[in-house]
């Protein structure tokens, strides 16, 4: 009987984690809509209740449950009818998946920590990017606090790991917004250095090289599809983030992969 009880907790427990780890990145995922939403329209994201965008309402606690508050409305706010953006739940989606996976790599952890905070940095940024072609300085600034605050709890990344990592991807980018004059903007430099701490070098390189090919290969896909023009702008931080978690997950192999093949 007791062996019985030790294995059902065995395998209870990692489950219940991961469900834990999903329903902290759903919430986390929903409080991001808010600075998705706030941050570049200059309003504060600490205080002040959640209201609808179109008809301004203050919104019940049943109306903000991450997912399904939005499945149950059909898309729709509960007073106007008019239809919530599909950004709420996509964001509350990709951010649960997201934590679930770094649970998963990384384990309970001051890394985890540190990585669960950049993916979080990484996902604002990338939507308010998606949305109006800018990244706020303060998003990056907090980012890059937290990055030192929680590098020094996680003893991952040295000093110098973490200072060559910040030249090399900031570097890079700048090189690039350069020469395709002004086709990588100033917001996507100082985004790609604050990868850069948190990841160090060599991991910093990687990322970098994965968010070059991950963008590139977005753009093409959007010309060729006609969704977008030659002159359009691209957003650069969804492919930075791309890069920089890539990198987080697989970096490690891709770099003995490239090692033992060209070196
Ligand atoms: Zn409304």
Request: hydrophobic share 55%; net charge positive.
């Amino acid at each position: 009987m007791e062996m019985m009880i030790i294995i059902d907790i065995n395998v209870l427990e990692p489950k219940l984690m991961t469900a834990l780890f999903f329903l902290a990145g759903l919430l986390t995922g929903s409080f991001l809509n808010v600075v998705v939403y706030r941050l570049p329209r200059g309003e504060t994201v600490v205080w002040g209740r959640s209201y609808c965008p179109a008809c301004r309402r203050s919104l019940a606690w049943y109306d903000l449950i991450p997912i399904l508050s939005y499945l149950f409305l059909r898309g729709r706010c509960r007073y106007c009818r008019l239809p919530i953006s599909p950004r709420y739940p996509i964001v509350e989606l990709v951010t649960g998946v997201v934590f679930t996976t770094l649970f998963y790599n990384f384990g309970l952890s001051w890394i985890l920590a540190k990585y669960l905070f950049l993916s979080a940095v990484l996902v604002a940024a990338s939507f308010i990017d998606l949305e109006h072609y800018l990244i706020p300085d303060s998003l990056v600034v907090t980012g890059a606090c937290g990055g030192i605050l929680l590098s020094l709890l996680a003893r991952d990344v040295g000093f110098w790991a973490a200072l060559g990592g910040i030249a090399a991807a900031a570097g890079f980018l700048l090189l690039v917004a350069v020469i395709s004059n002004g086709g990588m903007g100033g917001g996507d430099v100082k985004l790609a250095g604050m990868v850069g701490l948190y990841l160090g070098l060599p991991l910093a390189a990687v990322a970098l090289f994965l968010s070059l090919i991950t963008g590139g290969l977005a753009g093409v896909c959007l010309l060729v599809s006609g969704r977008k023009k030659r002159q359009d702008p691209l957003p650069f931080a969804p492919y930075i983030a791309a890069g920089g978690l890539l990198a987080l997950l697989f970096g490690k192999e891709i770099l003995h992969w490239y090692l033992l093949k060209f070196m």
